[in-house]
C-alpha cells in the first residue's frame, strides 16, 4: 500500500526556516520524480518543487526559487523540503506527491499518490 507521510510543519516568524520531510512507504522513490505542492487558505494547489529520480534535476516555483531546497534520501525513501527565508505568503498546507511516468513534473493533477498535507504558518 503506497502511504506518504509529511512532518515538520509549524508555526514559525518571518525570515525563519522549517524543514519538512516525507517518509515513503510501499513503492521505491528512486523510481520516480517526486514533488512538494502547498495549498494556502482559500487560494488552489500549487506546485512548489520536483527532484529527478537520483536528484540531478531539480525545479521550483518562481515564488519560492532561491529560498527553498529539495532533496531526497533514496536510501531512507524519504524526500525533503527545506525552507529558508519563509514570508507569511508561505503559509499554507504542504503536500508531497509522486509524479507518475505519464505526468509533467509540475502538473499537479496529474500526481497520482499525495499524502495528508503538514501545516506551514508563518507569522510574527
Known amino acids: 500500500q503506497v502511504q506518504l507521510v509529511e512532518s515538520g510543519g509549524g508555526l514559525v516568524q518571518p525570515g525563519g526556516s522549517l524543514r519538512l520531510s516525507c517518509a515513503a512507504s510501499?513503492?521505491?522513490?528512486?523510481?520516480?520524480?517526486m514533488a512538494w505542492a502547498r495549498q494556502a487558505p482559500g487560494k488552489r494547489m500549487e506546485w512548489v518543487s520536483s527532484i529527478e529520480r537520483d536528484g540531478s534535476h531539480r525545479d521550483y516555483a518562481d515564488s519560492v526559487k532561491g529560498r527553498f531546497t529539495i532533496s531526497r534520501d533514496n536510501a531512507r525513501n524519504t524526500l525533503y523540503l527545506q525552507m529558508n527565508t519563509l514570508k507569511s505568503d508561505d503559509t499554507a498546507v504542504y503536500y508531497c506527491?509522486?509524479?507518475?511516468?505519464?505526468?509533467?513534473?509540475?502538473?499537479?493533477?496529474?500526481?497520482?499518490?499525495w499524502g495528508k498535507g503538514t501545516q506551514v504558518t508563518v507569522s510574527s
Open positions: 510501499g513503492f521505491a522513490v528512486s523510481r520516480y520524480y
Open positions: 506527491a509522486r509524479v507518475p511516468d505519464t505526468a509533467g513534473y509540475t502538473a499537479w493533477p496529474e500526481f497520482d499518490y
